[in-house]
């Protein structure tokens, strides 16, 4: 996938993330976020899975460890939904490992406990 459409969709997660966020504000559980997130990405017309399982590989071996993804959406952008104080770097790692097992090529990190949206974003590569 070319880098523009990836950055369209991911440009149209953040867009209806911070419409949730607009409606609600900070302060609800994850789970709230993403069932609201959802509905926003269904009315903008993309295509998503919810708390996908990804199996992990070991020696060979594929492995279902119960391992899920908040949301995928496109099949490109791996969205992991926070409502917590701040987005500290041990938050970032099961992202980027997200990314590297399943060799999609960007994740956002949106927390949504914050006073405005944009200071919840964090935009991950998979630099594979």
């Known amino acids: 996938m070319e880098v523009s459409e990836i950055n369209r969709i991911s440009n149209e997660v953040i867009g209806a993330a911070i419409e949730v966020h607009r409606a609600l504000g900070p302060g609800l559980l994850e789970s709230a976020y993403e069932e609201c997130l959802c509905r926003e990405l269904s009315l903008r017309d993309l295509r998503f899975r919810r708390q996908l399982e990804i199996p992990v ?25 926070k409502a917590i104080e701040r987005v500290v770097p041990v938050h970032e790692a099961p992202l980027l490992t997200d990314l590297r097992m399943t060799g999609n090529p960007l994740g956002l990190i949106l927390n949504f406990n914050v006073p405005v949206l944009r200071q919840g974003i964090r935009r991950l590569v998979n630099n594979r």
């Open 57 to 81: 590989e070991y020696k060979g071996v594929r492995l279902a460890c119960g391992y899920r993804v908040d949301v995928l959406v496109e099949e490109t952008v791996i969205v992991e939904v």
